[in-house]
Structure formats: structure tokens, C-alpha cells
């Protein structure tokens, strides 16, 4: 604030007035990001549970699992499909339909008439020699034959008798037809019946004869169903017997059936869409797996069917009941969480965005893994563990840790698995989870992975000695939990740059990339601040001891301190390292533009790490390094300056501090005591330890007295354990030195 003229005080209802908008404001604020963080927590638990739910309960056999009790069926009855009883039956039914076959009688017709020609001319004959030689060569007549037709003609009522017997023989004939050489195709020669209608007839007209009564293809058997046939129609037999043996020569060179292969062939289908599926029924109770037996391929699909079936059968009564048991679980593990994260990770608790992301996260962690599980190499445990590492690393390892118990307690929940899924997943993940407290190299994310891979191999086997599981099972198990470890810490180490991106944070591989010379803001400020540059060196280097000894992020507070005075590079000779004997360019300017020019390196310092891409951690340290402290010097010349002017106006204290914030990590605050106790140190003439110890005792106090620790986390015991560490370390950079002998310089 510039001097200028006195202004009048406030009165006290301004004074009242004005802090009571501004807390209720606040208050308001903070009311609005509750009520959002409550939103998001709870739409996350609906979510969840929803995931959880799925369509109903998870299916939890496996081919190869030896269930610890029998499997019996739990609902009413269900029937699985028989297939292949079903196509055995279909099949029987479509070779018990006939053959359809078209008949045409005429040649047998034929055969009738010339037969009455034959009996008419051997009844005018007088003598077997006055037969046309003709007739006797076609007929392959012998006089025996012709004497026993001879016989059955010597009178007209005999003669009309054997017409009309001859009539009636053939029509057995002329109903069944006569079948053909190469009639049938080869794959049909063994049908046992045939569907028989004449070609004037229509479908619905067919007849169906055995095979057997068909006429063969070459010779009549005389003792066969045709020739008792046509002999029955004769009376006395014999004359059926010569008659027959007559037309039998014949009726080879006579066939009158043709097969249909595609009425046959559509009659075959019919039959088979007539019969129903086959389905082997299972009743409630009804063993489907024994206990301890291997679960095999088709009781595996008898178990889907059940669980299938069970599903189905689930009312809503059923369902609302399960989901409000699903939710009221989800929300209890919600509740665990939330306490844990309220109490031990306030940052995050009061930043809605990474609310925001760690609830998406674990919807998503829970859907992939129910996804996954549907797999065969269980690669269900690979969202898990991945997602417990990202914030193991985003944050910290007990944050990580609270992490993966939560995402294994839901993974398990939603696959339906018991305790033992549940320690596979827990202790694999959380071997890998405290290996990942200070990430500096790639190697360290594999070598992560690898202890993951051993240990998820070590309780896969366990677990699978413990439920009694085929060892071959196990073994299977073991090995690809252990490939999916040594995975998840492959994928992490690739998609860390992605991870920093995305989640805002810095690891111990990027802090050190950021801490090489080669960086361009590092290198200008060589070039154009070299005392800023120094300073920074040593603080860095105090600031690390003194994390190392509370268990902060060393690196962190190392590589924070090369940056948190890059601000004064636009302006270097305005700070007493830079001057290098140029004189002092404050001493021309009033004190409120040296506390703004002072000040302003902060803002600085912000705007290049912005410009330069700095992570957000490292430009928090920029802008928390100072606090809210005072710049007494100038305070104090102000005060001087205005003691004599009565026309002055008061000097405000807060013109002259920094605007802050206070450190809000305890890397801040280490940052800001180094920061202090290094530059002070600067100016003593002889820097004794009693001297450097009475002089940081003296400026943390006054920093912890003004309340600049109040929002890092840092406790009275961590301030004095830093406190100790910044004096070891003064003293060893100012340590005194033995001279020796014709020794000119210390």
C-alpha cells in the first residue's frame, strides 16, 4: 500500500458489518462444496452398487473347481436342452417317412388285358400246336400251362369266371405298382415302407404299402406276398400258380413307380419340425455337482442353466431386497472411506475435482473388473491393482492402501467370490502399493510389479491348498495372477506421464528430470541471477535433509527450492545475492515500491512455472514459500520514514506482507524455514554454531508465533525436529577449518 493521505477509521458497525458478510460467505461457500461433495459421494454409491448388482446374482463356478460342498438344484425344476437326443429323435422321425413314388398303371393294365387275350385264344384253341408260335414265345407257354388254362376254360361260365379272376389279381398290382431297376437311390434302398399314388390322384390320396409288397425289381419270388396274392384270387389255386408264373416272366420290363425326391425330402422336414425338443428335466434338490468333485464341461453348463434359471425366477420383491443390501454394504464400506479420508487426507476431502475423479475411478475399477472376470485367466485383479498404485503414488501409500481395500471389498462383492479372492486381491496390491512411497526410477515400478507378481503368486497357491482345489487349477491361477502383477507395473511405468497429467501429480521420476541443469529455467537463471541460483542450490539441500528427517518428500522439497526463486530473475539486482557490489537500488525507492518489487517475485515465479509447464506441486511451493509473511525491513522503514510526518498516513501492516497462501504441505513449510534461516545466515560475520543456533531458533519462532505453520500439517515435534536438522546443516556448510602452516586463505 502506498503512503498517501490519512484515511478515517471505520466505525464499529463497519467493523462488525463487513467480517460478517465475508464469513457468511464463506460459510456459504463451504455449504455448496459440502452439499456438491455429498452429491457426487452419493450418486458414486448408487453407481457402485448398480455395477455390484449386475443382472443378479454373479455366477461363481469354473471348469476345473472343486466345490468345498455338493451342488444341488435350488430352484423348482428346470430342464436343459438335449441336443443330441433331440436330433436322434427327429432323425428316427424322418426316416419313418415313406417314400413318396409316383405310379403309373398302364403297363400293368396292359399286362391284364393281353393276359385275357392269352386265356381266350388258348380256349378256341383245339391243341397246344395250334397256339400262334408267337404268343407260346412271348408268354414262354409250356403245354403244361396250357393245359391247366385249357382246363379253367372249357366252359363260357368258366371262361367269365377266370375273367373276372384275372381282374381282381392284378389289382393288388395296380394299387402298389411295380418298381423299377435304379428306381430308388442308392441311400434310399433300405427304406422299409414307400407312399404310393397313382398319377391321376391327388396327394391326399396316397397309399402306403411295406416295402416287401412292392414288386421286386427283377424276379417275383413265387412263395412271395405278391404271388400269394395273385394266386388267392384264383380258384383252385393252380390255375393262380400257372397264371402267375406267366406274368412274372413279365412284369420285369414293366415298372410303373418313379420316386419324388422333393415331396419326399419336404415330408422328411415336416416330420422333423413335428418333434419337439427334448429336455432333460432337473428338480429341486437334485444333486448337480458332487462335493470336492472337478466341475466338468457339461456340468458347468448345467450350472449356468441353474443359475440361469434362478435368476429368472428372482421377483422383484427378491431384487429390491438384494439391491437394498447391496446399497446399504456399499454405503457402509463409502462411510469407512470417507472417515478415513476426512480425518487423514483433508486436502483431498476439500478439493471437489479429485473427489470428482476418485469416484469415477472406482465405478470404473468395479465395472472393468466384473468385465474381466468373465475371463478365463482371472485378469479381474488388474484394475485393482493398478488403480490402488495410481494413488499409492498420486497421494500416499496408506491412501493407497485404504484404496485397494475398498476396490477389493466391492471386486469381491460384485464377482461374488469369498475371503480368499478377497486376500489375493488385498495383498498382492498392497505389496506393490508400500513399495511405492518415493517412485525415482522406471525400474522401481518393475521391480514393484515383480513383488506383486510374487506375492499374488504365493497366495493364489495358498489359497488354492486351503479350498483343496485341483492343483493343476492352482497352478494355472498362480502363474497368471503373477503375469498380471508383473503387468499392472509395466502399464504404470508407460502411462505415468499420463497419470501426472491427469490426476495433477509429480513423481520422483519427473522431479528429477525437472532438477537436471538443462532445464531452461534453471539455466536463465544461472545466466541472469546467479546469487538467486546458489541460494536456491543450498536451500535445496538443507530442505532436503530436514524432509528426510520427518519423512516428508525429500525430493520434492529439493527440486522446489531449485524453482521457488525464479520470480527474481526478472528483476535480480533488486535482491541483496544479485548486487554483487553494484550498490543497493532500494535505496532510491520508497519502502512500499521495494515491498512490491520484493513481494512480486512470488507472482513471478508463478506466472514462468505456469509458462513453463512447472507441476502444480512444485508452483504451490513458488507461491506458499513466503507465506503470509512480513517484509519487516521495509516495514519498519515506513514506520521510520512516517514517525515525523504527521501528515503521513498510518502504515498497514498487511501492505507489507506476502499474499500468500500458508504453506498448505509440510513441504511448503519446510521450504519456507530453510528458505529464511539460509538467507539470515548469509549475513552473519562469524557464523559459530551457538550464533546459527540462536539464529534459527529465532526466525522459525517468530514464523510459528505469526502462524505460518497453522495450515501445513506440521506438528510442534516435526518443527522441532527441522529445527535441529537446519542447524546441523548451517553448521557443516560454516564449519570452521584448521589453518595449517604458510596457509594463506581459509
Request: proline share 5%; with cysteine; aromatic share 6%.
Amino acid at each position: 500500500m502506498s503512503i498517501g493521505k490519512r484515511r478515517p477509521k471505520p466505525n464499529r458497525a463497519q467493523l462488525r458489518s463487513i467480517p460478517d458478510v465475508s464469513i457468511e460467505q464463506g460459510r456459504a461457500a463451504r455449504q455448496r462444496a459440502r452439499l456438491v461433495g455429498f452429491a457426487l459421494i452419493g450418486l458414486t454409491v448408487l453407481a457402485t452398487s448398480a455395477v455390484v448388482h449386475g443382472s443378479g446374482p454373479p455366477f461363481v463356478y469354473r471348469l476345473g473347481q472343486r466345490p468345498e460342498r455338493e451342488i444341488r438344484v435350488k430352484v423348482k425344476e428346470f430342464r436343459i436342452r438335449n441336443q443330441t437326443k433331440t436330433s436322434n429323435l427327429r432323425q428316427a422321425a424322418a426316416d419313418q417317412v415313406p417314400l413318396v413314388m409316383i405310379n403309373d398303371p398302364a403297363p400293368i393294365k396292359d399286362l391284364a388285358e393281353r393276359l385275357d387275350d392269352l386265356t381266350v385264344t388258348i380256349a378256341k384253341s383245339q391243341r397246344f400246336e395250334d397256339v400262334d408260335p408267337s404268343l407260346v414265345s412271348t408268354w414262354h407257354l409250356k403245354p403244361e400251362a396250357y393245359l391247366d388254362v385249357k382246363a379253367a376254360t372249357d366252359t363260357p361260365q368258366r371262361r367269365d369266371n377266370l375273367h373276372v379272376q384275372i381282374a381282381k389279381a392284378f389289382e393288388p398290382l395296380l394299387d402298389a405298382g411295380v418298381l423299377g431297376p435304379g428306381a430308388l437311390p442308392r441311400n434310399e434302398e433300405s427304406s422299409r415302407t414307400l407312399s404310393i399314388r397313382n398319377v391321376d390322384q391327388p396327394d391326399d390320396e396316397a397309399r402306403i404299402f411295406p416295402r416287401e409288397r412292392v414288386v421286386p425289381e427283377r424276379i417275383v419270388k413265387p412263395d412271395g406276398p405278391v404271388a400269394k396274392e395273385f394266386t388267392a384270387a384264383f380258384t383252385p389255386s393252380r390255375i393262380g400258380e400257372t397264371l402267375f408264373q406267366l406274368v412274372a416272366d413279365r412284369l420285369e420290363g414293366r415298372p410303373t413307380l418313379t420316386f419324388d425326391p422333393e415331396e419326399t425330402a419336404r415330408l422328411r422336414e415336416l416330420a422333423r419340425d413335428a418333434v419337439p425338443e427334448w429336455y432333460d428335466p432337473y428338480r429341486e434338490g437334485e444333486v448337480l455337482v458332487e462335493q470336492g468333485q472337478a466341475i466338468g464341461e457339461e456340468q458347468l453348463i448345467l450350472l449356468r442353466m441353474e443359475h440361469d434359471e434362478a435368476a429368472a425366477e428372482l421377483t422383484w420383491a427378491d431384487r429390491l431386497q438384494r439391491a437394498c443390501g447391496i446399497l446399504a454394504l456399499v454405503s457402509a464400506l463409502f462411510m469407512l472411506a470417507g472417515s478415513y479420508v476426512g480425518r487423514n487426507e483433508r486436502l483431498i476431502a476439500a478439493d471437489l475435482g479429485r473427489i470428482a475423479t476418485l469416484c469415477a475411478l472406482v465405478v470404473v475399477c468395479v465395472g472393468a473388473a466384473r468385465l474381466l472376470a468373465h475371463q478365463a485367466w482371472g485378469s479381474e485383479l488388474i484394475p485393482v491393482a493398478v488403480s490402488g498404485m495410481v494413488l499409492a503414488i498420486a497421494y500416499n501409500p496408506g491412501f493407497g492402501l485404504m484404496a485397494t481395500f475398498l476396490l477389493s471389498m466391492l471386486t469381491c462383492m460384485s464377482l461374488g467370490t469369498g475371503i480368499a479372492h478377497f486376500l489375493i486381491l488385498m495383498g498382492g496390491t498392497a505389496a506393490a502399493v508400500l513399495g511405492l512411497n518415493d517412485v525415482r526410477t522406471r525400474t522401481k515400478l518393475i521391480k514393484v510389479g515383480a513383488t506383486s507378481a510374487a506375492v499374488f503368486l504365493a497366495l493364489t497357491w495358498a489359497a488354492g491348498l486351503w479350498e483343496r482345489q485341483p492343483v493343476e487349477l492352482v497352478r494355472a491361477d498362480g502363474f497368471w495372477r503373477a503375469g498380471w502383477g508383473l503387468m499392472a507395473g509395466f502399464l504404470l511405468g508407460g502411462s505415468l506421464p499420463f497419470l501426472e497429467s491427469a490426476f495433477g501429480i509429480v513423481t520422483g521420476i519427473s522431479l528429477l528430470e525437472l532438477g537436471d541443469n538443462t532445464h531452461p529455467l534453471l539455466q536463465e537463471l544461472v545466466r541472469r541471477a546467479p546469487g538467486t541460483h546458489n541460494h536456491s542450490i543450498t536451500v535445496g539441500a538443507i530442505a532436503e535433509a530436514a524432509a528426510e528427517r520427518i519423512g516428508a518428500n525429500s525430493l520434492l522439497v529439493r527440486i522446489g527450492a531449485y524453482f521457488h526463486d525464479i520470480g527474481k530473475m526478472l528483476k535480480p539486482h533488486y535482491f541483496i545475492e544479485n548486487q554483487m557490489g553494484s550498490g543497493n537500488r532500494h535505496a532510491k525507492l520508497a519502502p512500499a515500491m521495494s515491498t512490491l518489487i520484493i513481494i512480486g517475485h512470488v507472482k513471478d515465479g508463478v506466472d514462468l512455472g505456469r509458462q513453463h509447464h512447472l507441476p502444480e506441486r512444485i508452483i504451490d511451493l513458488i507461491e506458499q514459500h513466503h507465506g503470509t509473511t512480513l517484509v519487516e525491513y521495509f516495514y519498519h522503514e515506513a514506520n521510520r520514514r512516517c514517525g515525523g510526518d504527521p501528515d503521513a498516513a498510518v502504515v498497514q501492516e498487511s501492505a507489507f506482507r506476502y499474499p500468500g497462501p500458508k504453506p498448505q504441505s509440510k513441504e511448503a513449510g519446510i521450504l519456507m524455514m530453510s528458505d529464511c534461516v539460509e538467507s539470515a545466515s548469509r549475513t552473519l560475520s562469524e557464523p559459530t554454531p551457538s550464533r546459527i543456533e540462536g539464529l534459527v531458533r529465532e526466525l522459525i519462532d517468530k514464523r510459528l508465533r505469526d502462524g505460518q505453520f497453522d495450515e501445513s500439517g506440521l506438528t510442534l515435534r516435526e518443527i522441532a525436529e527441522i529445527r535441529d536438522s537446519l542447524i546441523k546443516s548451517l553448521i557443516g556448510i560454516y564449519h570452521g577449518r584448521v589453518k595449517y602452516p604458510e596457509q594463506r586463505t581459509a
